[in-house]
């Protein structure tokens, strides 16, 4: 095996692993990294590769190894390590061009599981640089006689020889729902809101600047401090968490006097829960969900792909104003005995208020009036009392605090309340004209019934920060440094760069990686394609690739129709079929100058025509000469041998 190609294959197997290096366990990384090193000095030294005694070891003490770590040979994370492991050791006992063809295709194999854990643009140049190089030391095991640089264009031809086939397949190839045909269920990460909201949770998710969705306005956008995107409803508190709890409901939810109608798309990153969101009240979305009795979007399955809908949604409404009195019973319900100080402090406003906006009204002047701070990085609430803890000892939290304390003193003070979790605000994208909604947008609201006015949000940060909510966070905290770079109102140009980046990063979302079923239809349909089936993809696929074929043929025989029209040659080759006839036939291997001394030798009464006619063709075809003259006296002379037809067949 020769060193280059070896060495071309240490480099595809080094490019194709290179990512999985987060995902790996250390001790694998740490393996793989020493065996391709050890593989490499063994090549450079010309020394003998390791017996296979020892590479079966290996694999045996590799594999015991990933049962150890992951408890199990199945799945995702132990399926890709596995393999990136076995072809790190395939690739110790490369001796013969079929160990090599193997390696070749082990590496395409792993340059797939690179899009498991991203599909985003630079991973796809990463891998299309990365293909090159395994094209290329492919087409050097084929032929290992080309230079580098001819290799390179050939691997290059190859693949974008590939382009068109690639379209084809991509547009026209049945689509499945779930990311690359339903891998095991490790595959989906969960990312973004969780279901329960405890001190700390929000703020940690908003130190993240991935994006949790876009949207797109139909009309005008509402204001900053309404859009309010609305996720899961927490009724239970065990005195330091806030949960859904168990469904107590299944009454079909309630809104009325409604107004200011809002039309939007949404874009959803997957976050796989089941939720959806939407600015509040949801009135009406573009695929199939149900809006539940307090009012959240939720899919039948979780959301594990890239999903996009359309949505009208109400911002001004009453919602569920004849709330059920269970309902109502739910949202007073607290831990007995915990928290005494902020149940004192409730009753106090009860007592002092004439009505429930009054007690609304104190609470959120006593957020005001008391040094309380917003902050990212807000000191631990260990105690049992953590809610007495926040609001009359360290009064610094963010708005999971807010959102906590005021919903426990709302309830305190016996009015129905409830916490509510999504995100509030966006950026705006001018560039892509939509809104980018980050995990940094994270936020916590309550929600507090009022007789006759049903459900009414009351955001208490706004009364700490009121910027939070009309700008975004880099506004409201003072500890900034705790922020990602990006979220610290960096250069104008670097803004741009990121706005524009993700403008592109949003119609490869939309056109490449959102190409799903629903979107292949329509796309077909607008290209003319009625009553589409899975039987008519079949066939205008076959088409497809059959006339991409077809067309890659033809491209080809074109340069062999070119190298037809030499009249020089056509009349050189005539010539040599009548002296055939005459029982002279010229060999395949024959040249010109062999044929004419054999034919001189054979027939002396033509030899000097023969040889003149030898002597003009050679220069002719193969001694550069272009003259024009030159080539008509050929012409004439090879037609004037031609009349004496009668001359050579006398002889």
């Known amino acids: 095996m020769n060193k280059p190609l070896v060495y071309g294959l240490l480099l595809s197997i080094l490019m194709v692993s290179a990512p999985h290096a987060d995902h790996l366990p250390p001790w694998v990384s740490a393996l793989c990294a020493a065996l391709l090193g050890w593989r490499a000095y063994l090549t450079w030294n010309g020394s003998p590769l390791p017996p296979r005694w020892l590479l079966t070891a290996l694999t045996l003490a590799g594999a015991g190894g990933l049962l150890v770590e992951f408890h199990t040979l199945f799945g995702r994370e132990v399926g890709v390590t596995l393999l990136i492991l076995l072809t790190t050791l395939k690739f110790m006992e490369l001796r013969s061009a079929r160990d090599a063809m193997v390696l070749v295709y082990l590496a395409c194999f792993i340059v797939i599981t690179n899009f498991f854990y991203s599909q985003s643009i630079p991973t796809a140049l990463y891998m299309l640089a990365t293909l090159l190089v395994i094209v290329t030391a492919w087409v050097h095991l084929h032929a290992p006689g080309i230079a580098l640089r001819p290799r390179l264009r050939v691997a290059t031809t190859l693949l974008l020889q590939a382009i068109p086939l690639t379209l084809v397949l991509f547009v026209l190839f049945p689509r499945v729902q779930g990311p690359l045909w339903g891998l095991p269920q490790d595959a989906f990460a969960s990312s973004g809101l969780s279901d329960s909201m405890a001190p700390g949770s929000i703020s940690r998710l908003s130190l993240s600047e991935e994006v949790a969705f876009r949207v797109t306005y139909a009309g005008q956008p509402p204001r900053r401090d309404q859009m309010y995107w609305r996720g899961p409803v927490l009724w239970d508190f065990d005195g330091r968490t806030w949960s859904p709890g168990q469904t107590a409901s299944t009454a079909a939810p309630q809104f009325t006097g409604t107004s200011q109608p809002v039309d939007y798309s949404v874009t959803l990153e997957p976050h796989n829960k089941r939720w959806l969101f939407a600015l509040e009240m949801p009135d009406r979305i573009s695929i199939p969900a149900r809006l539940t009795y307090d009012f959240r979007l939720l899919q039948q399955e979780p959301v594990k792909a890239r999903l996009r809908y359309e949505v009208r949604s109400f911002l001004s409404y009453r919602a569920n104003a004849n709330e059920a009195e269970r309902q109502l019973k739910r949202a007073l319900r607290l831990p007995p005995s915990l928290n005494p100080r902020a149940n004192e402090l409730a009753q106090q406003w009860r007592a002092a208020a004439a009505n429930d906006e009054a007690v609304v009204r104190s609470a959120l002047d006593y957020f005001g009036r008391e040094n309380f701070r917003y902050t990212l990085e ?51 994208n001018d560039v892509g004209g939509y809104y980018i909604v ?21 955001d208490p940060t706004a009364a700490i920060a009121p910027a939070r909510i009309e700008h975004n966070l880099a506004a409201a905290v003072t500890d900034v440094a705790a922020l990602p770079f990006m979220a610290r109102n960096p250069p104008q140009w670097l803004h741009d760069l990121r706005l524009n980046w993700d403008a592109l990063a949003n119609r490869w979302n939309q056109w490449v990686l959102g190409y799903n079923s629903e979107l292949q239809f329509a796309f077909l349909t607008r290209l003319g394609m009625e009553d589409i089936t899975w039987q008519k993809l079949a066939l205008h696929m076959t088409l497809g690739v059959g006339l991409v074929i077809a067309l890659f043929a033809l491209f080809m025989l074109r340069h062999l129709i070119k190298r037809q029209p030499d009249k020089v040659q056509a009349a050189w080759l005539k010539l040599c079929r009548k002296l055939a006839k005459t029982g002279l036939p010229r060999a395949a291997h024959e040249g010109a100058q062999d044929y004419a001394a054999r034919i001189a030798a054979a027939r002396p009464d033509l030899a000097e025509g023969i040889r003149d006619l030898a002597d003009r063709y050679s220069a002719l075809r193969y001694g550069g000469k272009q003259d024009e003259q030159e080539r008509n006296e050929f012409l004439q002379r090879a037609a004037t041998f031609k009349s004496r037809r009668g001359i050579i067949r006398a002889s």
Do not use: K
């Open 378 to 428: 807000p000191p631990p609430l260990p105690g049992v009392n953590n809610i007495d803890e926040f609001l009359f000892t360290t009064r610094q939290g963010f708005c999971e605090h807010y959102a906590s304390s005021f919903v426990f003193l709302m309830r305190a003070a016996r009015i129905p309340a409830r916490v509510v979790t999504g995100y509030q605000g966006g950026e705006y």
């Open 438 to 458: 980050r995990q940094s947008d994270a936020h916590a609201w309550a929600e507090v019934w009022f007789a006759g006015q049903g459900w009414v949000r009351i």
